[in-house]
């Protein structure tokens, strides 16, 4: 049960404000699919900010305000959150008849969301008849459709050609044809849309596992070249690295140490979105171009960038050292990379055809060397530090502290020396060999 959901509820009944009060949106699909209810909205007649405002504050929770023009506001306790927003229009019917499509169009009225059982998640079948369903949401819901309520209203806001993608990945329907035609004539206007909306569509859709699917239905309907007009054929790229992002942990079976370490940096979801984004575009001047153009952040920016950058550095070292590993070569690139090894791995096996198993055992020796050695290696760095250099050889801070520091970490790294009576040893032998 949603506490939140069952306090608004009383409430409301109390104000006497239930009887133009409904459940909209997401939460009503997730009530039809027996899902919990996380992200709910509650349309209501009048001033919406208003009564979350009143609601927050009689009920001891958290205000806040989303948007003021469209009258959006959301009242949070812990980890539970309702969405209030301004009924579109005189009725309900009017405000289903302005959204984007059929699924997303359907209400449940607060005031029998008891007796049709939405408080434990399972809407009665005996009652589902009082479902405010115009456009025959329900019937596409069980059919696994998307289908637009109109086409005036993706015209309105033609972020919806976008957001029709995203609901057919999630959800893993498919597009309905006139719906799908409308789509394509419309993928023009999407650059008329801001920038941080496309993005967060794009988010949402990279951020799952089978998103190679859509992501070539937006290529092959045209939308994605409006997005990424820079955009080359690519697609093998997306779908191989996908599918090795998916699949590591049976890739990388061999490795004799955890993959557990792996597993955590691509739990954060931008390094999963970045990477599969990079693929898309042909040079890592163009993938930081298009991250700034659609306005992704610093550190979105600047991954995208680094990992289209380094995109071929495993298959060159793996060209290079005759097709065994350079221990001394991968040690370099190791303690340049640390954890961001993890990413051009996966590139590097994507990349590779006819030699994909060389590669990946290639890639599973680089991994074991990783974590079998370098890694704790570089964990105990720095041996020494530049108050030693001050203290031990009397040296003032210059361009040669960073000289002898680095030089320092790459011999214990490499194994040219192994503690830190030997690292002030080798800071001896630089400053002696210094002009």
């Not at 509820?9 to 239930?18: E, L």
């Not at 930081?288 to 920016?301: D, V």
């Not at 290079?320 to 001394?328: P, T």
Request: with cysteine; proline share 3%.
């Amino acid at each position: 049960m949603n506490r939140l959901l069952k306090i608004f509820a009383d409430f409301a009944k109390v104000k006497g404000i239930d009887g133009e009060a409904y459940i909209v949106g997401g939460a009503v699909r997730d009530v039809l699919l027996n899902n919990d209810l996380k992200d709910i909205d509650i349309a209501v007649k009048g001033d919406a900010v208003s009564i979350a405002k009143k609601f927050a504050i009689q009920t001891g929770n958290t205000f806040v305000l989303l948007d003021r023009d469209f009258g959006i506001a959301r009242v949070v306790n812990g980890d539970e959150y309702l969405d209030i927003c301004a009924m579109r229009g005189d009725t309900i019917h009017t405000d289903l008849s302005e959204r984007d499509i059929t699924i997303n169009a359907m209400a449940i009225p607060l005031k029998k969301s008891y007796e049709l059982g939405v408080m434990s998640h399972e809407l009665k079948r005996e009652q589902s008849e009082k479902l405010i369903d115009p456009y025959s949401g329900r019937d596409d819901l069980r059919n696994k459709i998307i289908r637009m309520v109109s086409e005036k209203n993706l015209i309105d806001d033609p972020l919806r050609v976008l957001r029709i993608y995203r609901f057919a990945v999630s959800l893993d329907f498919s597009i309905e044809t006139n719906t799908l035609g409308s789509v394509k004539k419309l993928a023009p206007m999407i650059t008329t849309v801001a920038a941080e909306r496309i993005a967060e569509e794009l988010r949402h859709i990279l951020r799952l596992d089978n998103s190679f699917g859509t992501v070539k239905a937006m290529a092959d309907d045209g939308i994605l070249h409006y997005i990424f007009p820079e955009m080359e054929e690519r697609l093998l790229l997306f779908k191989n690295t996908e599918e090795v992002l998916n699949n590591f942990s049976q890739i990388f079976q061999p490795s004799a140490f955890s993959l557990q370490p792996f597993k955590e940096y691509f739990n954060l979801d931008y390094r999963r979105i970045c990477l599969k984004l990079s693929t898309l575009l042909p040079s890592p001047e163009t993938a930081e171009n298009a991250a700034l153009r659609l306005k992704m952040s610093g550190k979105e920016t600047e991954y995208i960038h680094q990992v289209s950058l380094n995109q071929t550095v495993i298959l060159n070292l793996y060209e290079e050292s005759g097709q065994r590993m350079d221990k001394l070569k991968t040690t370099k690139l190791l303690k340049e990379f640390q954890d961001d090894i993890y990413p051009l791995l996966i590139t590097g096996i994507a990349l590779s055809h006819a030699a994909q198993q060389q590669i990946i055992g290639f890639c599973v020796e680089i991994l074991d060397l990783y974590h079998g050695e370098i890694k704790q290696k570089i964990s105990r760095l720095p041996l020494v530090t530049g108050d030693d250099l001050i203290k031990e050889f009397n040296l003032k801070p210059s361009p040669l502290f960073k000289k002898i520091l680095t030089r320092i970490d790459d011999m214990y790294v490499e194994g040219e020396i192994n503690s830190r009576e030997e690292a002030l040893r080798a800071a001896t032998e630089i400053i002696n060999s210094e002009p």
